[in-house]
């Protein structure tokens, strides 16, 4: 079972739709990431948030916005988005410092289609 | 720039022992991990190198060599439910973790 959650498992959304998408991890983790996988490719990083501040955003289009409401939570909000945005969406948490330093916890992941 | 490179294939019989290499150039090094992902599932962790040599961990083993930007993951006593594409990922001197392609590993009977 894996202990990052995410929320919905499938979602089918039009371009003019706006969605969000959840993520919920409760081993205090303070970093947690966006990828963005597409079929028989390795997830992309898409976005990190350490202690709750956005550290990294590798050049995403703004259609993606991602929110870090607390340690918790992550939530990835789309408007506009395009046909090519389909893609299974993962989030993972991780340690910055100390023990565990560095592996990711991966989510099931978020499987979205833009139609 | 960062690079990860791997073979896309590999196929290997039950009972068998694999090893799938890795090598990599990237904006500095804070470690090498190595994942396994079941087609339509989330990446699983399967180990952490940031010093050279050998880290065993029941059949699976990885093995890092800082100084040729090289690791491999050794696979033993290989079974069915080890057919799944195997990631290789490391954590650069931003703390960005970047995938390679991923290794495809087919397991026959």
């Known amino acids: 079972d894996t202990e990052v959650t995410q929320t919905p498992k499938h979602l089918v959304m039009g371009m003019t739709n706006k969605k969000s998408l959840k993520c919920e991890q409760h081993m205090g983790h303070r970093a947690m990431y966006w990828y963005k996988q597409k079929a028989k490719k390795p997830p992309e990083l898409m976005f990190v948030?350490?202690?709750?501040?956005?550290?990294i955003n590798e050049s995403v289009p703004s259609r993606f916005s991602p929110e870090c409401p607390n340690s918790s939570l992550l939530n990835l909000h789309l408007h506009a988005l395009q046909p090519e945005d389909s893609a299974l969406y993962l989030c993972?948490?991780?340690?910055?410092?100390?023990?565990?330093?560095?592996?990711?916890?991966f989510g099931e992941g978020s499987r979205l289609t833009v139609l | 720039g960062q690079n990860i490179d791997q073979p896309t294939e590999m196929t290997a019989t039950e009972g068998a022992i694999v090893q799938i290499n890795c090598t990599y150039q990237?904006?500095?090094?804070?470690?090498l991990f190595w994942y396994q992902q079941h087609a339509g599932e989330a990446p699983t962790f399967l180990s952490y190198n940031v010093l050279d040599g050998l880290e065993e961990k029941g059949r699976f083993s990885s093995f890092l060599s800082r100084s040729k930007g090289y690791s491999y993951l050794l696979l033993k006593e290989l079974q069915m439910k080890d057919s799944a594409s195997y990631l290789c990922a490391v954590m650069n001197r931003d703390d960005k973790i970047i995938f390679g392609k991923g290794t495809r590993l087919h397991i026959l009977p």
């Open positions: 993972a948490s991780g340690e910055l410092k100390g023990q565990g330093y560095g592996e990711l916890f």
């Open positions: 948030y350490s202690y709750e501040k956005l550290s």
């Open positions: 990237t904006s500095g090094f804070n470690g």
